[in-house]
């Protein structure tokens, strides 16, 4: 079985600040990790994946993700936000021979205020 | 960026009738998949299909549920009949390749059974 959990529903932060939203996995395997983004009313958007080699990925609009297999972690990371980067945000796994299915975390919702 | 469409953004009907929700995936994807979110759960896999055919269903995928995307056209859902669980945003996604590749996300449709 897999699981992702994202431990923050909601975050609050200043623009400028630095932000750094959680997600932990449960695979027995070596996963492949992805984080995508949802602007309001719109549909959900790539940001970046793990697959291997590099612990630390970078995406786009500068979004970066950490790969910590020692605690199971795939946290997303930027410095600074910006306003424009309110959104809700989902982690996801893949797990290999696993037909390419995804299974997402909950979402953290984050709010940076300007 | 390429994007995929879903038609329609929000469906009404009554238990016990057929509903067909369809997709319209980016035009060279191979990979098509559904998603179903619950309102305040995480999404959830349904199914994903490939050169005609299911590859995975999950326990979510009931009897009830049938895909298939004729001739190269909308990839699509149908759920005969339908239940009151069944109310909920069901995600359309699409990807070039299979394993560990990004899949581009429609903007769901709203499917509420009476």
């Known amino acids: 079985a897999q699981s992702v959990d994202q431990p923050d529903a909601h975050v609050t932060l200043s623009e400028g600040a630095s932000l750094e939203l959680r997600c932990s996995y449960s695979y027995s395997a070596a996963p492949y990790l992805f984080w995508y983004v949802q602007y309001p009313g719109q549909s959900l958007q790539f940001l970046l994946k793990y697959i291997t080699g590099d612990t630390v990925v970078k995406g786009t609009k500068g979004f970066e993700a950490e790969f910590r297999k020692s605690n199971s972690s795939f946290n997303l990371k930027k410095s600074p936000a910006h306003w424009s980067d309110s959104a809700k945000y989902f982690c996801a796994l893949e797990g290999g021979g696993s037909n390419y299915k995804l299974t997402f975390g909950k979402g953290t919702l984050l709010t940076v205020t300007p | 960026g390429p994007k995929v469409l879903q038609i329609p953004s929000h469906q009404i009907i009554d238990m016990g009738q057929m509903v067909t929700l369809n997709c319209d995936p980016v035009s060279n994807h191979l990979y098509f998949y559904w998603y179903k979110q619950i309102l305040g759960q995480q999404m959830e896999f349904l199914v994903n299909?490939?050169?005609?055919?299911?590859?995975?269903k999950s326990k979510l995928f009931k009897d009830q549920f049938s895909v298939e995307r004729p001739d190269g056209s909308y990839f699509t859902l149908k759920i005969q009949p339908t239940a009151l669980e069944d109310s909920a945003v069901y995600f359309c996604a699409s990807s070039l390749m299979g394993g560990y590749a990004e899949q581009f996300f429609g903007p769901g449709t709203r499917l509420t059974v009476l």
């Open positions: 299909f490939y050169n005609g055919k299911v590859m995975e």
